[in-house]
C-alpha cells in the first residue's frame, strides 16, 4: 500500500458508491448536524463525531447518524483543540511566505484530526504523520477536491435556475453533494490511513528500558 498513488476516476468511482450506500443515514447526519451547531459545547462533541462517521464509513460500516451525539465524542477534545491550535498558527505562518505554502501545509495536515481520533496519537504527531502520509500526492488531493467543489456548485447554481421549484432543486442536490464530498473525504482518508498504518509498522520499535540491578 505504501507504493499506492492516488488516481482520481477510481477515488471518484469508489467515493459514488459508497455515499449511495450511505446516503440517507449520511443526509440525516448533516441535517442533525447543522441543527445542533449553534449549541455551545454540544457542537464540539457532534464536530468530532461527524469525523468518527467518516471513519466507520472507511472501514464499511453501516453509519448511525445519531452517533454524532455519543458521549465518547468528548473523550479527545482537549487533544482535538490544541490540534486546531496547531494546525491554525502553523498555516497562518505558512500563508506569510507569499501564500502557497499555506495551501500546500493545509493539504498536508489535512488528515491528522482523523489520525487524531482513530489511531490515538499525540497532536503533533498526528500533524507528522498526515505530512508525511500526503507527501508526493497533494497535487492529486487538490484536484479531486476542486473537482468535487465545483461539480457540485455548477449543478446546484443550474438547478436554482429552474422556475418556481428551482431552489428547493438545488437545497436537495446541495445536501447529496455534501454527503457525495463526505464520502469522498472517506475515501481519500481510507488511503492514507493504510500508508499510516505502512509508515507506524516500520517505524524501530523503541528498546526496553535496562533492567534495575
Known sequence: MANK???????????????????????????????????????????????????????????????????????????????????????????????????????????????????????????SLSYKATYGEKWTIFLIEILVTLLIGIVCVLLALIPKVGVLFSILAGLVGCSFAVAVEAVLYRHFSAKVDDILGAAPAQPAPAAEE
Open 5 to 127: 498513488k492516488l488516481e482520481l476516476v477510481p477515488t471518484l468511482s469508489e467515493a459514488f458508491e459508497l455515499g449511495i450506500k450511505n446516503l440517507f443515514p449520511l443526509i440525516l447526519a448533516l441535517i442533525l448536524y447543522l441543527i445542533t451547531i449553534w449549541i455551545p459545547y454540544l457542537n464540539v462533541g457532534t464536530t468530532v463525531g461527524m469525523y468518527r462517521l467518516i471513519i466507520d464509513m472507511t472501514k464499511g460500516e453501516a453509519i448511525n447518524p445519531l452517533a454524532i451525539f455519543d458521549k465518547d465524542n468528548f473523550t479527545q477534545i482537549g487533544d482535538f483543540f490544541l490540534l486546531l491550535a496547531f494546525l491554525g498558527i502553523g498555516v497562518s505562518v505558512a500563508f506569510c511566505f507569499m501564500i502557497v505554502p499555506g495551501f500546500v501545509l493545509g493539504i498536508a495536515w489535512g488528515y491528522a484530526i482523523y489520525l487524531l481520533i482513530e489511531k490515538k496519537v499525540l497532536p503533533l504527531e498526528a500533524l
